[in-house]
């Protein structure tokens, strides 16, 4: 929950003047109530716009919900479902989240679906069996569509803590919940998995050079401009 209309335009702008052609995937998922004003600056460039969240409904008496057909219409290319803040503070069940995959998937937006175990859980030794659980409900929910989602690690102990997975770490997770789409789709390739706990300019390179690591969900990295730039870079 950040931004204002002037700081959106400012760190926008920056952005698109550093960036030039990426060589990657880039998005920005901003808060609801700036989609048209993000969708207009980012018109004719390389950064794609996304969602930090979609209802589970289409519409209807949902006061406060917003649809993925109403993320359609402003051109939203991906949006965030299962987000740890989501399950930790909203009740977010797996069940809820797989079925936001799908609405998401049922408008042509790409569902980017996060999971990551809290760190009683890791400590606990259920890493494993938490994310393939998270990641299992998802699975299941999108069938065949499998192949056109976006997986996003995020150790919840490693957010905003100051604490980061080390690469071996992370890459332990990411290789678990690689094969696991493996045993979904023989296309499970097509899936990119990010790594999503506290990735910054700092350390994006040595994450980014894990074999099963392909991407970043960056979070507060990501409202420095010359920062996201970095990461980005290093994505390339």
């Not at 995959?101 to 760190?119: D, F, Y």
């Amino acid at each position: 929950m950040n931004g204002s209309l002037a700081a959106n335009e400012a760190l926008l702008g920056e952005l698109l003047q550093g960036l030039g052609q990426p060589g990657c995937d880039v998005a920005v998922a901003v808060p609801a109530v700036y989609m048209g004003q993000v969708q207009a600056l980012l018109q004719g460039s390389a950064i794609a716009l996304a969602a930090q969240d979609v209802s589970a409904h289409d519409g209807g008496a949902y006061t406060g919900e917003v649809s993925a057909p109403m993320l359609r219409d402003f051109a939203v290319r991906y949006a965030l479902v299962g987000h740890s803040e989501r399950r930790q503070y909203h009740g977010e069940t797996d069940a809820l989240v797989a079925t936001k995959a799908q609405k998401a998937l049922a408008a042509g937006i790409t569902p980017i679906v996060c999971v990551g175990e809290t760190l009683a859980e890791r400590e606990a030794g259920q890493t494993e069996a938490v994310v393939k659980r998270q990641l299992a409900a998802v699975i299941h929910a999108v069938g065949a569509c499998v192949t056109e989602i976006v997986v996003a690690y995020e150790p919840v102990w490693a957010i905003g803590t100051g604490k980061t997975a080390s690469p071996e770490q992370a890459q332990a997770v990411h290789a678990v919940l690689r094969a696991q789409l493996a045993a979904a789709s023989t296309q499970a390739a097509k899936v990119p998995v990010l790594y999503g706990g506290s990735m910054n300019a700092g350390n994006a390179e040595q994450l980014l050079a894990q074999p099963d690591i392909d991407g970043g969900l960056i979070g507060g990295a990501s409202l420095k401009a010359q920062d996201f730039l970095k990461i980005i870079a290093a994505a390339a």
